[in-house]
């Protein structure tokens, strides 16, 4: 086959990675909002804000990066840093003896993804032709969340094993974090797209005033699409909340994550083909959908119907968001770029996850979960305005 009709072998390498990290983390996260409420002893809205600055640091942590790499015009050396950080805390889970140190360990952890975010994803765009960016970030989300449901799984295995040993299922998680460094030093080699020279006598620290305003409009549909998704820690404390058993808690950020990889890749193909529009906005209804079942579906139902289409969501927009992003960014400042588009977003994470872990403590989780339906909705107006006030222009 034509080589320009295939996704490039580094895509495939990113995607290993991701899936082996998010083998480790999420067989963490599976289990840590869980042991941060019924082993430490925290409330819903502290967990809240402990996801919410956890996911903003790691955004702030992009811009940085993204300018460093466009700056040095290089990609893989933070791609390993990134990863390495993360992966070194690891431990730090398991050897935590309070939430001081659960908390430190998931702020470095968050660093690390921060650093290494916005260079991988525009990794992608610098080796991928435009025609097969929307299927090469589809591609790499969906090995990605291979991983999300793979740790989980090991979660339930492990805590069935080690008789609901919360710590001791923790330490399973270094393994696949460690062996994602060797895949990253032995098969990412980074293109020279772009001289170094070249391309950093071109980026200057105002270099986010040069994005054209389409990218600023796409960030304001960014803003939305965050505080409208919940942090998937209140997934696992709805699980709790119902009483389903310990073992059984990882099965929600399965289900989720199993969803999510069916969709990711084929919707990138969609995306493509036809259009990522019509995608982002089937995204955000089928979000609302699965906050309300959260919201008003009672016991178990309405926590499987939820997860299921939380995970359509996901696979049906992130890519696709990925994929605009790299279209209407100059390749000078796409690291930059990626960098402004993952601090927004983790910005309205934070302010999302605290007003969500408020609003469960104060009324209860159908108010936390109606919320977000509500900031759903207006995301989906604002798409419709747009799309009304861009064809009212072409019109005239």
Known sequence: ??????????????GGVSLLMDMSSELIHAVLPVYMTAVLGLSALAVGVVEGIAEATASISKVFSGFVSDRVARRKPLVLLGYGLSALTKPLF?????????????FADRVGKGIRGAPRDALVADVTPPALRDAAYGLRQAL??????????????????????????????VVPAFACLILIVAGIEEPETVGARERGAAIRLAGAAALPAAFWRLIVMAALFAM????????????????LPLPWIPMVMIVMSAVYSAVAYPAG??????GRGALLAASLAALVVAQLALAWLAGSVGLWVGAGLWGLHMGLSQGGLSAAVAAV??????????G???FVTGVFQLASGAAAGWLWLRYGSAAAFGAGAAWALLALAWMAGTVLRTRSRRAT
């Open 1 to 14: 086959m034509d080589s320009s009709r295939r996704i490039p072998r580094t895509v495939w390498v990113l």
């Open 94 to 106: 398991p050897l935590a003896e309070g939430v001081t140190g659960v908390v430190a360990a998931r």
């Open 144 to 173: 990605d969340t291979v991983g999300a449901f793979v740790g989980p799984l090991l979660a339930m295995l492990f805590l069935w094993l080690w008789a609901n040993d919360l710590r001791a299922v923790l330490w399973v998680a």
């Open 228 to 243: 409208a998704r919940l942090s998937e820690a209140f997934l696992v404390l709805r699980a709790q909340e119902i009483g």
């Open 269 to 274: 193909l969609l995306g493509a083909r036809h």
């Open 329 to 338: 960014a100059p390749q000078a400042v796409r690291a930059t770029a990626f």
């Open 340 to 342: 402004v588009f993952h």
